[in-house]
């Protein structure tokens, strides 16, 4: 259960209300899909044409331009800047010889982008220009596009024979709207679309009206426990007149909008609201099951005052990243380190990490950067943990208290250098925080200074360059043979065009070793920026979040080994290896070896049992490994298990386990051994279960 915050201590989430304007949005979301293939490049000059103009036209609307033949390429994504979309219409090029027509997974890229962005309250046009083939299946596409609301479809088609063009064109495309194109294509289009083209607004008659909102709404987070991110979304709303408004009459309606992530809600206000008596609702986003790259990063919202049923005001709360980090929790430590050359962006990508948890606006910057490349700015291997940061801390923001569970370590270190050590040393815990560079010196492995998972960072601009990759791909081998599964983060690919990073991974000499789904583009904050920006957020959240889980996965995998090497089936481990743990009753040790162990000895202690012990870690009921111990009948079922959790593991969570019987009955943990099993003085030994608990959620 999620805990209310008391209202002193509670933020309110960054909020905007524009304007009153027309109830019909007069921004339209532009989808452009342009068939490169040679069948189509006699059109290159007019299409150019066609969408610079649709975009002067009005500048507020939103385009995103998408090319298809063989490749499929995001060329300009829902923006509305001049100068990138005029950079952008620079990388649409025409193939010369190629016939490759894939219209399916243009439309399947397309949904997704307008699924991104996609409200309730948008009007989105999907500009189709095609010869009327698809080398690909298109059908289950389009689908997709038409479940979403105010979605029109508009096909342009142009070949060799146009009439067979249209033809083809509209049966890819049924029951939309179709027409050839020709050199009048603005005329054109604005018959077929309507007047919503080369105008300010939807309708001819419709206008602004711009007046002031005469509500004030205040937006909170319903716990100041962080969450996670594919839990609903709780919100405290509280509405209150403005300072020109006395009242704000009942049947007014503030709606939030549903999302690609979320669904909306929308609170009515039953009764009249006076100045000085606020109103407040907690309200339920629910979690639609959505990719954490589609998390949005603000909650649109619309008002209509009961009494002024002409106009709509329109506004947003921005969301804090920080409320959303509970997929991040872990009982084990989990060390993360980033390798890669100089100036890659490995000590800003640990700032990016260390700044989600700042539940403040303002970046701050933990470790050095360097933004140059060709100089050593990280010049000692650092190890910092976020305990460590927070309790550095004067003034806590009361969302950093329900930090102090996560237990995450981020280790610096030097770019590449040609005399680097093993990153063994590294795994293993022997390099120490604050190692120089020049004095590398190799110690004692510390449990602490363990690295579990490892991301290379690499610039886009090194995949063209074989030495680099060679000497990446060499790292990336010596954390694989370590068996830690390797990251790959590529950054810089925002300062080139999207044509020129497919260009340049097309291009490099040979793949990486790393698995497609280990592989982040990350956009690093720049020396110039100062505030948050949640779409970086998001995608060091993705990052930080896979290998936390990585961290997980290794740490788990360590305690079944630790667990394999208690087996009662490997004499040889116990004869050489004997394990010591001091009974909580007497002096003497506890665990023995069970081999070596005989009736005649346990009936020379009476209050004392051999017990069999079976550890099944998971719902399969598969017995991991079985071990013997001593235990005395004055022992509670508690004691015994916290016993047992502590020798196999201090990791391992004692309220994840439970004892039971051989038939599968749980012991109850207050009672003694003595009194579960009565008849104990005709038993030689005793068998039990350690058995991981099941969670149903």
């Not at 209202?7 to 921004?27: D, F, G, V, Y």
């Not at 206008?207 to 937006?219: F, G, H, S």
């Not at 309606?253 to 109103?279: A, M, Q, R, W």
């Not at 986003?285 to 002409?310: C, H, M, R, V, Y």
Request: aromatic letters at 8%; one cysteine or more.
């Amino acid at each position: 259960m999620l805990k209310d915050i008391p209202k002193i201590q509670r933020q309110a989430l960054k909020t905007e209300i524009k304007t009153c304007s027309s109830p019909i949005s007069n921004i339209i979301y532009y989808s452009i899909l342009i068939e490169t293939s040679s069948t189509m490049s006699p059109y290159n000059l007019i299409i150019k044409t066609f969408v610079t103009q649709l975009q002067k036209t009005n500048k507020s609307n939103q385009i995103q331009i998408i090319t298809y033949d063989d490749n499929v390429n995001t060329i300009f994504e829902f923006e509305s800047n001049p100068n990138i979309f005029k950079e952008s219409l620079k990388e649409i090029k025409f193939s010369k010889d190629n016939q490759e027509t894939k219209l399916g997974e243009a439309l399947k890229i397309c949904c997704s982008n307008i699924e991104a962005d996609w409200s309730t309250d948008i009007i989105s046009k999907i500009i189709i220009f095609s010869s009327g083939e698809s080398t690909d299946e298109s059908g289950d596409e389009l689908v997709d596009i038409l479940s979403l609301d105010n979605i029109e479809i508009f096909g342009l088609a142009g070949g060799i024979n146009v009439e067979e063009s249209v033809k083809y064109l509209q049966l890819l495309l049924p029951d939309q709207k179709v027409i050839p194109l020709s050199k009048n294509l603005s005329q054109d289009f604005k018959k077929l679309i309507g007047s919503g083209y080369n105008n300010n607004t939807i309708g001819d008659d419709a206008k602004i009206l711009p007046t002031n909102c005469p509500i004030n709404i205040e937006v909170y987070p319903h716990s100041n426990e962080t969450s996670s991110i594919k839990n609903n979304l709780l919100l405290d709303v509280v509405i209150k007149p403005d300072g020109n408004a006395s009242l704000i009459p009942a049947g007014t309606k503030v709606t939030f909008c549903s999302s690609k992530y979320y669904s909306g809600y929308t609170i009515n206000l039953k009764d009249d609201l006076v100045f000085g008596e606020p109103y407040e609702e907690t309200i339920i986003l629910e979690f639609k099951k959505g990719q954490i790259e589609n998390f949005p990063s603000k909650i649109n919202f619309t008002i209509q005052i009961a009494n002024d049923k002409d106009n709509l005001h329109e506004g947003h709360v921005a969301l804090n990243i920080s409320y959303f980090l509970g997929e991040l929790k872990s009982k084990f430590r989990c060390c993360i380190g980033v390798e890669g050359g100089i100036g890659n962006g490995k000590s800003t990508l640990l700032n990016g990490f260390v700044n989600l948890f700042n539940p403040t606006n303002e970046l701050e910057e933990y470790f050095i950067t360097n933004r140059s490349i060709g100089t050593h700015v990280t010049t000692s291997f650092s190890n910092t943990s976020l305990k460590e940061i927070l309790s550095s801390k004067q003034d806590i923001h009361p969302l950093q208290q329900s930090f102090h569970d996560f237990d995450i370590a981020w280790c610096d270190s030097w770019g590449f250098t040609d005399s680097d050590i093993s990153l063994k040393y590294k795994a293993d815990g022997t390099l120490y925080h604050g190692v120089s560079k020049d004095k590398c010196i190799i110690q004692q492995p510390l449990d602490c200074y363990r690295i579990n998972c490892f991301i290379f960072v690499v610039s886009i601009i090194n995949f063209a360059e074989i030495n680099a990759l060679t000497k990446i791909e060499k790292k990336i081998m010596e954390v694989i043979d370590l068996g830690i599964t390797p990251l790959l983060a590529i950054t810089f690919v925002d300062t080139i065009t999207i044509n020129h990073y497919q260009d340049i991974m097309r291009a490099k000499p040979f793949n990486l070793s790393v698995q497609d789904s280990n592989i982040f583009i990350i956009n690093n904050y720049t020396e110039k920026e100062t505030h948050r920006d949640i779409t970086k957020d998001v995608q060091y959240l993705r990052l930080l979040t896979k290998a936390v889980q990585l961290c997980k996965i290794g740490k788990e995998k360590e305690l079944m080994d630790k667990l394999k090497s208690l087996s009662i089936n490997n004499v040889d481990s116990f004869s050489k290896t004997p394990i010591k743990n001091q009974s909580i009753l007497d002096g003497e040790s506890s665990f023995t070896n069970s081999i070596s162990a005989s009736p005649a000895q346990a009936q020379k202690s009476p209050h004392r049992i051999n017990v069999i012990i079976d550890v099944v870690p998971d719902s399969k009921e598969t017995v991991f490994t079985s071990f013997e111990i001593e235990a005395s009948l004055d022992e509670t079922i508690s004691e015994l298990k916290f016993r047992l959790i502590n020798e196999i593991g201090s990791n391992m969570n004692a309220d994840d386990w439970r004892i039971t019987k051989e038939t599968g009955t749980v012991l109850l943990e207050s009672p003694k051994l003595s009194s579960v099993f009565k008849s104990y003085e005709h038993l030689d030994s005793l068998k039990l279960i350690l058995k991981k608990k099941v969670r149903l959620f």
